[in-house]
């Protein structure tokens, strides 16, 4: 398919860019993302490179994961072409319903679609109340939950700040077991669950990750010692990031 072989192209070129960046990536538990069937991957999101490197673990899997991604991003000449091409879906943040439909679809025939359930990128770099609908794809289309959480994309590119492109810096992946639903748990309810594993890896993956020296660093959350904002405080920066952007669109509306 024309689709894949872009992928492939797109792969081959993160490789290239992660090498030149030195990047020190340390994935564990991959082989719980299947390597044959559909399945729903629900990661964390703290910065722009999430999509690589979820993309990343996908292809050391040899599966091409199909992301859910903000309709604005299909919008641009060139990520546009790309994403189409490689067989992304669009989602409308006002008329999500169809983008979930066809992403149902597309898991129930086989394929891994990736979703940042929390919808935005966490700048406590904690895991955010999730949307159900990532559960509820998964209940519908009778594929396999597969959480990931990603920590130290978001030194390089995040919401509010470059970040710091120096060679060599430490990249966490970890892959939880896939979450099959129990009988009669509704997306609710698995949604609970998922947050709860997510927290886990989260967790996990800080405690192990290199961080030596690094106290009061920005990228490092509150609670390991870093000067990240607090969940709480994290949600008034949302709220205020939205309200900037709704004036913008209004600005744009009228002029």
Do not use: C
């Amino acid at each position: 398919m024309s689709r894949d072989r872009t992928y492939r192209a797109v792969i081959r070129g993160l490789r290239v860019v992660f090498a030149a960046l030195g990047l020190r990536i340390d994935l564990r538990g991959a082989e719980h993302l299947p390597t044959q069937g559909g399945a729903v991957v629900a990661a964390n999101h703290t910065g722009y490179l999430d999509f690589a490197l979820v993309g990343y673990v996908g292809a050391e899997r040899g599966r091409h994961v199909r992301f859910l991604a903000k309709s604005g991003i299909f919008e641009n000449r060139i990520s546009g072409w790309a994403m189409r091409a490689m067989g992304h879906v669009p989602v409308d943040r006002v008329q999500g319903a169809g983008a979930l439909r066809q992403a149902t679809r597309l898991a129930a025939a086989g394929e891994v679609v990736g979703v940042f359930s929390e919808g935005t990128i966490s700048r406590s770099w904690l895991v955010k109340p999730l949307a159900p609908g990532v559960a509820a794809m998964a209940i519908a289309a009778g594929v396999p939950l597969v959480p990931m959480v990603t920590f130290g994309g978001h030194r390089l590119l995040t919401v509010d700040r470059m970040g710091d492109l120096r060679r060599r810096t430490p990249v966490s992946i970890r892959v939880g077991a896939p979450l099959h639903p129990a009988p009669g748990e509704d997306a609710h309810a698995l949604t609970l669950r998922l947050h709860d594993r997510l927290d886990e890896l989260v967790e996990e993956t800080i405690e192990e990750y290199p961080r030596t020296g690094h106290d009061g660093a920005w990228w490092l959350p509150a609670r390991w010692g870093g000067s990240a904002p607090r969940l709480e405080d994290a949600a008034r920066l949302d709220a205020d990031g939205l309200a900037r952007m709704a004036a913008r669109r209004r600005r744009k509306a009228l002029s």
